[in-house]
């Protein structure tokens, strides 16, 4: 089992940088995927990316491609989400989650562990 507790969210200006990070407890951390996902006011939590337990893979939404980066540390039980050119669209509650799954790291249904979430809002 591990547990996750999200840092680093706020208010940012739209074209600004947050990086958010996620400290994870428990055992085994380095042998879960760990992903990101977003929650809007009134829409469905949806994918933002997703890192292999060694990092050697990592897959991102289309929306936040080329300006999110996924990055963990393994030795620390960390996992970070650096985001850059925020735009309002990007306001939601991100969290981390952590999976065993094989395939579907992109599902939320395959995220057995979630944290509570923080909040990130970009102003126009």
């Known amino acids: 089992q591990v547990q996750l507790v999200e840092s680093g969210g706020g208010l940012v200006q739209a074209g600004g940088s947050q990086r958010l990070s996620c400290a994870a407890s428990?055992?085994?951390?380095?042998?879960?995927?760990m992903g990101w996902f977003r929650q809007a006011p009134g829409k469905e939590r949806e994918f933002v990316g997703a890192?292999?337990?060694?990092?050697?893979?990592?897959s991102y939404a289309d929306s936040v491609k080329g300006r999110f980066t996924i990055s963990r540390d393994n030795a620390k039980n960390m996992v970070y989400l650096q985001m850059n050119s925020l735009k309002p669209e990007d306001t939601a509650v991100y969290s981390c989650?952590?999976?065993?799954?094989?395939?579907?790291?992109?599902?939320?249904?395959?995220?057995?562990?979630w944290g509570q979430g923080t909040q990130v809002t970009v102003s126009s």
């Open positions: 890192i292999r337990k060694n990092g050697g893979s990592i």
């Open positions: 989650a952590a999976s065993t799954a094989l395939f579907n790291i992109r599902d939320v249904h395959q995220y057995a562990y």
């Open positions: 428990g055992r085994a951390f380095s042998t879960y995927t």
